[in-house]
Every structure is written in structure tokens, then in C-alpha cells.
């Protein structure tokens, strides 16, 4: 019982000495914001409400009125360079670096900010130089992300890897599918220059990186034709399916003029109809109705474009069916059914577009690495209106 009542009389005293410290903060909040310039708070307010050129001007007479609150030089120099304005981005920058009582740290910190204002700028040269500087501090990653960056954009695709396995190494997450696209990058430049070997050694390492690379096989199949073996190139074309069936009508083509070289045109045709009931698109009914008309006639052509039609309803194949019936149709009706295809074909071709999965960049041809984010492998193989379609 006693205990009881000491507890109940001990509530009144932790209550005071709760008021008290609440007091005692509230006091240094309000001493600590009274002490902040009031510019800042305009500044604030205008970057609330979206207004960053009038932010601008109030952090600048910050900055004038203070020239040692370096917070206020950070995010001046980001506004500026998030607008565009990277002279005055690096101008803010350098003068803090240029500070003598800078404490380290933020030393650090606006070196940082300096190599994105650089790379922003396309400078690109000092921006290297800057982030090579700051591997080893804690903007590490962020440093070694950078200089992947330059080391894609200036093609320098050997440095790229370096970099990739660097930030691989720096637990900054898996990069081994960038580290393949590099390989293939450094193998198309070997076979542009006849080097084929050199290309398959290239892309022996690439498959090492990423076992999926569709593309690394694709290339190491041009590796084995430009060397002669065409039979060693179909086997290897043929293992993009076990890889991803979907990518197969990137290598249909390829696969279809590999048979006609060794003379068996309709085991690729057998081949590629497999293909069809497994990842159906229009870029490989597109290989397929070419080889069907050579081998088997339009009828079989027509009869394969129907059956595709029945299975995936997309104004493509539709485009296809029209294409197939005028080569055989009747004089009177040829005019009107060229009019029809011609007006369904100029719509199509506002649908037979790859897009990018992660930035929404449209293309009429098939990119490894989008022209619009730079990211890679984000555009699947199948056009546009065969995506809407599946979804």
C-alpha cells in the first residue's frame, strides 16, 4: 500500500520536471530561430509555394548579409543548378571550397556539390577529376555512380567496367547487366572492325557476367557467321529462347537467313511458327509471312496471318491480313482494299514503336539502352500496341 501512495505522490514532481524541460527547449527554439536571418524564411516560403526565382533572390541577400552560413551557399548552388544556371552553381561552390575555415565535412560536401554542377555542365573532364577525389570519403557511391555516368557518356566502355565492378565491390547493388552491356558494346566496335575472335572473347566474359544477356548471344552468333560457321551461329541464335522467349523475335531474322545459307529454309519456317505459339509479335510474324510466301505461296501466308489475328487481335496484324489479300486480289476490288490498307497502315505506324519501360521514350527501331533515360535493357520486344493488347 505504501508504495502505491509513494508513486502517486511522485506523479505531481515527474509532471514539473516534464513543464520545465518543455520550457527549456521552447526557449532555445525560439532563440535558435531568432537567430536565423529572416531571409531565410521568405526563401523557404517561395520554395513552398514554387517559386524558386524569388527563393533565389532571397537567399542571395543571405548570403550577401552572411557570407559564412554555408547551408544557405548549398542550397543556393542546388537551386541554381536544378534551374540550369551551372556558372552560377559552380561560382557558389568554388567560393565555399575556397573558405580556409571550412570544417572538413562540408569541405567534402561541396566538392560533392561541385562534380554534379561539373557533370551537369558537361564538363566533364573536371568532373571526373573531382569525383576521383571523393571515392574514398563518404560520398563514395555517389561518387563512383557519377563517374559510370561519364565513363557511358564519353563511351569509354573498358573504364565503364572498372567502375561497374567498383560499385559493385562497394555493396551499391547488383551492376552485372551493365557490366554485360559494356562487354557487348566493346564486342559490336570488334566486329565493326572484322575482329571476330576478339569480339567472342569479348562476349564470353559478358555471358560470365549476366548468363541472360540475349544480346551478348545474339552478337556472339554475328561473331560465329562472320567466321564462317553458320551452323555454330544458328545453335547459338537458338538459345535466346531458353533465355527470355519473348526476346526470339529480336533474333528471327537472323535465325531465318542462317537456314536459307545452309539450305534448309523450311526447317526455319518450322522453326519460327514454333516461336509464334510461344511469344507471338509482329515483328516475327513480320519474318515469318516473308519466309511463308517464298516457301509455301500467299494462301499459306494469308492462312498464317488469320491464324495470328484470331489468337492476338492487333490493327499490326490486321495491316499484315490486308497486305497478304492484295497481292492476290481481284482487279475490281483492288483499288478500294489498297485504300483500306494504306489508311490502316498509316495509322499503324503510330503504334509500331518499342517503349521504354522506365522513362516512357518511344523508338521505331529496338534500343539496348534508351536514348531517353540512358537506362538499360528497359524496353521489352514487343511493340507498343502488342503491350496494350496483353494488358
Not at 68 to 83: D, I, P, S, V, W
Not at 95 to 116: K, T
Not at 353 to 379: D, I, L
Request: hydrophobic share 40%.
Amino acid at each position: 500500500m505504501e508504495f502505491e501512495i509513494w508513486w502517486l505522490l511522485g506523479i505531481p514532481v515527474f509532471f514539473a520536471l516534464g513543464w520545465i524541460a518543455a520550457r527549456v527547449d521552447i526557449k532555445q527554439l525560439v532563440s535558435e530561430s531568432r537567430s536565423l536571418p529572416r531571409g531565410y524564411f521568405k526563401g523557404l516560403n517561395f520554395l513552398l509555394n514554387e517559386q524558386p526565382d524569388k527563393a533565389i533572390d532571397a537567399f542571395i541577400e543571405i548570403v550577401k548579409l552572411d557570407p559564412e552560413t554555408a547551408e544557405m551557399h548549398f542550397a543556393l548552388g542546388n537551386l541554381f543548378r536544378r534551374r540550369g544556371e551551372t556558372e552560377r552553381a559552380i561560382r557558389v561552390h568554388q567560393n565555399l571550397l575556397s573558405r580556409p575555415d571550412l570544417p572538413i565535412e562540408q569541405q567534402v560536401h561541396a566538392q560533392y556539390e561541385l562534380g554534379m554542377d561539373y557533370l551537369k555542365a558537361g564538363l566533364l573532364d573536371r568532373a571526373e577529376e573531382t569525383f576521383n577525389l571523393l571515392v574514398d570519403t563518404q560520398y563514395g557511391v555517389q561518387a563512383r555512380r557519377a563517374l559510370l555516368e561519364i565513363f557511358q557518356r564519353e563511351k569509354e566502355w573498358r573504364r565503364a567496367i572498372a567502375a561497374a565492378e567498383g560499385l559493385q565491390e562497394s555493396g551499391a547493388g547488383a551492376q552485372h547487366k551493365e557490366i554485360a552491356q559494356f562487354y557487348c558494346e566493346l564486342a559490336q566496335d570488334a566486329l565493326v572492325h572484322m575482329q571476330p575472335a576478339d569480339a567472342m572473347q569479348l562476349l564470353d566474359k559478358a555471358l560470365q557476367a549476366d548468363r541472360k544477356s540475349v544480346r551478348a548471344t545474339m552478337l556472339y552468333g554475328d561473331a560465329q557467321t562472320a567466321q564462317g560457321d553458320i551452323e555454330g551461329a544458328l545453335k547459338t541464335w537458338r538459345r535466346v529462347e531458353q533465355q527470355s522467349v519473348p526476346h526470339v523475335a529480336l533474333v528471327a531474322a537472323r535465325l531465318m537467313d542462317g537456314y536459307r545459307k545452309v539450305g534448309r529454309p523450311q526447317e526455319g519456317v518450322n522453326l519460327l511458327r514454333s516461336y509464334l505459339s510461344e511469344a507471338s509479335s509482329i515483328d516475327l510474324i513480320e519474318v515469318v509471312f516473308k519466309a511463308v510466301i517464298e516457301l509455301n505461296g500467299v494462301d499459306a501466308a494469308k492462312q498464317l496471318v488469320v491464324e495470328e489475328l484470331r489468337r492476338n487481335p492487333t490493327l499490326l496484324g490486321l495491316d499484315k491480313l490486308l497486305e497478304a489479300r492484295l497481292m492476290d486480289a481481284p482487279a475490281n476490288v483492288w483499288e478500294e482494299l489498297s485504300m483500306v490498307k494504306n489508311l490502316v497502315h498509316g495509322y499503324t505506324q503510330k503504334l509500331a514503336r518499342y517503349q521504354c519501360s522506365h522513362c516512357g521514350f518511344k523508338a521505331r527501331q529496338y534500343y539496348w539502352q534508351c536514348p531517353g533515360c540512358s537506362k538499360w535493357e528497359t524496353y521489352p520486344p514487343r511493340r507498343t500496341e502488342e503491350l496494350n493488347v496483353m494488358n
